[in-house]
T-cell receptor, first 113, second 114 residues
Framework: AQSVSQHNHHVILSEAASLELGCNYS??????LFWYVQYPGQHLQLLLK??????LVKGIKGFEAEFIKSKFSFNLRKPSVQWSDTAEYFC???????????FGKGTTLSVSS | NAGVTQTPKFQVLKTGQSMTLQCAQD?????MYWYRQDPGMGLRLIYY???????DKGEVPNGYNVSRLNKREFSLRLESAAPSQTSVYFC?????????????FGPGTRLTVL
C-alpha cells in the first residue's frame, strides 16, 4: 500500500531562516507528487506539484521541491521564510493508476518575526 | 468560479443524530472526494466518486454514506453520529484525463459530536 512519511512534526524557525521539510513515499510505480499548505483556519491550497520532467519544481510564494526518484523523496524548500509562512504543510502522493491522494500527517511550521 | 463549496461551515451534533454534509463544484470535474482531517493524522480518505454514478470506499468509510447526486454534487451522510466522528471534513474535486491532475479543496466543515 502507498504511504507518505513527513519526518518533521513541528518546525520552528526565525524569519529569514532557510526551510527544508522532508517527505518520503512508498510506491513502486510512477507517481504524481504534491505539496499543499493550510494556513490557520483555511482550507488546503496547492503549493506545487510534480508529474514529470524537471525534478526541481517551483511553486507559489518562493517554494520549491526536488523529486529524487532513487530516494523516493520530494522535499520542500524555501531559502528564506517569512512570518506569513506559518502554516501546516502536507505532502501527498498519487499513483498514476490511482485516483485518490495519500497524505502525510503534516508538518506544522511556526515562523517567529 | 466558486470552485468547491461546502455547507455547513460548522455543526454541533449530539451522539446518535444524523446529518448530511453538502459539497458542490463548478469546475466540471469528474472525480470528487471526502476526507477527514484530525490532529496528527493528516487527511484520510472517507469515500470518493471517480465519476457520476459511482462511489467507492476510502481508508475510513465506517459510519458514513455518500451520494453522488449529479456531476456537481457529492454529499456525505452520518446516519448516527459518534464522538469519534468529531473532525474537520474536506471535500475535493479533480478533473480526470488531461494534464491537470490536481485536487482542489473546499473550505471544510468543522463537526463536533457531543
Amino acid at each position: 500500500a502507498q504511504s507518505v512519511s513527513q519526518h518533521n512534526h513541528h518546525v520552528i524557525l526565525s524569519e529569514a531562516a532557510s526551510l527544508e521539510l522532508g517527505c518520503n513515499y512508498s510506491y513502486g510505480g510512477t507517481v504524481n507528487l504534491f505539496w499543499y499548505v493550510q494556513y490557520p483556519g483555511q482550507h488546503l491550497q496547492l503549493l506545487l506539484k510534480y508529474f514529470s520532467g524537471d525534478p526541481l519544481v517551483k511553486g507559489i510564494k518562493g517554494f520549491e521541491a526536488e523529486f529524487i526518484k532513487s530516494k523516493f523523496s520530494f522535499n520542500l524548500r524555501k531559502p528564506s521564510v517569512q512570518w506569513s509562512d506559518t502554516a501546516e504543510y502536507f505532502c501527498a502522493v498519487k499513483g498514476q493508476a490511482g485516483t485518490a491522494l495519500i497524505f502525510g500527517k503534516g508538518t506544522t511550521l511556526s515562523v517567529s518575526s | 468560479n466558486a470552485g468547491v463549496t461546502q455547507t455547513p461551515k460548522f455543526q454541533v451534533l449530539k451522539t446518535g443524530q444524523s446529518m448530511t454534509l453538502q459539497c458542490a463544484q463548478d469546475m466540471n470535474h469528474n472525480s470528487m472526494y471526502w476526507y477527514r482531517q484530525d490532529p496528527g493524522m493528516g487527511l484520510r480518505l472517507i469515500y470518493y466518486s471517480a465519476s457520476e454514478g459511482t462511489t467507492d470506499k476510502g481508508e475510513v468509510p465506517n459510519g458514513y454514506n455518500v451520494s453522488r447526486l449529479n456531476k456537481r454534487e457529492f454529499s456525505l451522510r452520518l446516519e448516527s453520529a459518534a464522538p469519534s466522528q468529531t473532525s474537520v471534513y474536506f471535500c475535493a474535486s479533480r478533473r480526470t484525463g488531461g494534464a491537470d491532475d490536481t485536487q482542489y479543496f473546499g473550505p471544510g466543515t468543522r463537526l463536533t459530536v457531543l
